[in-house]
C-alpha cells in the first residue's frame, strides 16, 4: 500500500511541500478530507490487516439481537441507512513490540451501527476508545480490519475512488479544532468555495450564491467571507467549518467533539446551531464528544463506547435514565458537563 498514506502523513507532505515552495500550501483538515474522497490514492489508511490475537471478540448473539430490534423502530420501506457498519473491527499496529509481532491496539471491536436519514447519533466514552477510529471508518478515511462498511445499501468496504466521491459528497465532516479545520491562508469565501470547486459542482454564479447562502445559514454576516481565519474568533471559526461541512448539501454531517476546543461560552451557541441546522435541512448527524451532557443535550440515540466496544446503546432517554452497563453509570456520575459546567455537581 505504498501509494497509500495516512493523513498525516498527508498533513506533513503539505508542510513539507509548503516550505519548498511559497505556491505550495498547507492543506487544512477539511481539504484533506475532501481531496481524500476524490484524489487518487486518497488518504483513506490501511489498519492492519493480520488477524488479530483472539482477544477482540464479536458482540455476543443477544446484544446482536438487541442491536436488530433497536434498529426495527427505524427502518421504513425502501430506505436504506445511510451508514451501515456490520461488525468492524479496527486494529493498529504500533510501533512497539518486535517486529515480527507488533503489539496491536484493538481501537474497535465489534460495533455494529446504522445512520437513518434525519437522526442524531451521540457517540461517548473516554480518550482512546475509539470514537474519531469509528467516525473515521464512516466517512471513508479508515478502512477496517474486519467487517463491513455499506454506504446507502451499496459494499464500499473496499471503496473504489468513484465511491469514495460519492461518499465525499454525502458525508461531511466537522472536526474537533478550528483552528487547523480550516486553512489559515484562505479568505472565508475560498474555503467555503473550495468544496465545490474539488467536487466540480454547480457554475461559477451557483457558487457564489450558495456562498451566500451558507454564510448566513450559519448566523455570520456578510462581511465575513472576506476575512481570513485569523482574524475570526473560535466560535465564528467553528461556523465557518460548520458551513464548508454543508457546502455540498450533505445528507449526514460527522461532527467529531465539535465544541471541546471552544470556550465554554460558545459551546451552547454552536450546538444550538447544529440542532437548528439538522431540523431545517434534515441532515443526519453522528455527534461525538466524551461529555455525556453534551452527547444527550443533541442526540436522539447514544451508544456508550468503553476500549473499543459499545457497551451500551439505546435512546437518549433510555440511556439516561435507566443505563444498563457499570461504565455508563460512571460516566454520568463522573465529572461536571462541560457544556453547563454546573450540571454535573
Ligand atoms: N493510526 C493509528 N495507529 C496506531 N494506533 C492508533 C491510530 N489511531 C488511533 N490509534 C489508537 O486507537 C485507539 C483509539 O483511538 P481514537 O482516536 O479512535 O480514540 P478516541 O476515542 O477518538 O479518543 P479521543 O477522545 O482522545 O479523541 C487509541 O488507543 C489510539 O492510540
Ligand atoms: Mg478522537
Given amino acids: 500500500m505504498s501509494d497509500r498514506k495516512t493523513l498525516s502523513e498527508e498533513m506533513v507532505a503539505a508542510a513539507g511541500g509548503a516550505l519548498a515552495s511559497d505556491k505550495a500550501k498547507v492543506r487544512s483538515d477539511a481539504e484533506l478530507y475532501e481531496r481524500a474522497t476524490i484524489e487518487a490514492g486518497g488518504a483513506a489508511t490501511d489498519a492492519c490487516g493480520t488477524d488479530t490475537d483472539g482477544a477482540v471478540a464479536c458482540e455476543t448473539p443477544a446484544s446482536h439481537e438487541a442491536i436488530e430490534a433497536e434498529e426495527e423502530a427505524f427502518e421504513r420501506e425502501g430506505v436504506e441507512p445511510i451508514i451501515f457498519l456490520d461488525n468492524i473491527e479496527v486494529t493498529f499496529k504500533t510501533r512497539t513490540g518486535s517486529l515480527l509481532h507488533p503489539n496491536l491496539v484493538h481501537a474497535v471491536r465489534g460495533l455494529t451501527l446504522k445512520l437513518w436519514p434525519g437522526e442524531t447519533i451521540g457517540i461517548v466514552g473516554e480518550s482512546g476508545c475509539g470514537k474519531s477510529t469509528t467516525a473515521n471508518v464512516m466517512c471513508g478515511l479508515q478502512s477496517p480490519t474486519s467487517g463491513r462498511v455499506f454506504f446507502k445499501g451499496k459494499d464500499v468496504t473496499h471503496r473504489t475512488a468513484a465511491d469514495r466521491r460519492v461518499i465525499g459528497r454525502v458525508i461531511s465532516v466537522v472536526f474537533q479544532d478550528p483552528a487547523t479545520a480550516l486553512n489559515a491562508r484562505m479568505s472565508v469565501r475560498e474555503q467555503l468555495l473550495d468544496p465545490m470547486i474539488v467536487h466540480k459542482v454547480g457554475t461559477k454564479e451557483e457558487r457564489e450564491r450558495r456562498v451566500h447562502d451558507l454564510i448566513g445559514m450559519v448566523g455570520l454576516p456578510q462581511s465575513a467571507l472576506e476575512a481570513l481565519p485569523g482574524q475570526l474568533s473560535g466560535g465564528q471559526r467553528q461556523r465557518v467549518a460548520i458551513a464548508r461541512a454543508l457546502a455540498l448539501k450533505p445528507d449526514a454531517i460527522i461532527a467529531d467533539e465539535p465544541t471541546s476546543a471552544l470556550d465554554v461560552s460558545v459551546r451552547?451557541?454552536?450546538?444550538?446551531?447544529?440542532?437548528?441546522?439538522?431540523?431545517?435541512?434534515?441532515?443526519?448527524?453522528?455527534?461525538?464528544?466524551?461529555?455525556?451532557?453534551?452527547?444527550?443535550?443533541?442526540?436522539?440515540?447514544?451508544?456508550?463506547?468503553?476500549?473499543?466496544r459499545a457497551v451500551e446503546r439505546g435512546t437518549a432517554e433510555q440511556v439516561f435514565n435507566d443505563p444498563q452497563d457499570s461504565y455508563t453509570r460512571l460516566l454520568l456520575g463522573a465529572a461536571p458537563s462541560l457544556l453547563h459546567p454546573e450540571l454535573g455537581k
Avoid: P, W
Fill in 268 to 308: 451552547a451557541q454552536i450546538l444550538n446551531l447544529l440542532m437548528d441546522l439538522k431540523k431545517e435541512l434534515g441532515l443526519a448527524m453522528v455527534f461525538i464528544s466524551h461529555d455525556i451532557q453534551t452527547v444527550r443535550y443533541i442526540s436522539d440515540r447514544i451508544i456508550v463506547m468503553n476500549a473499543g
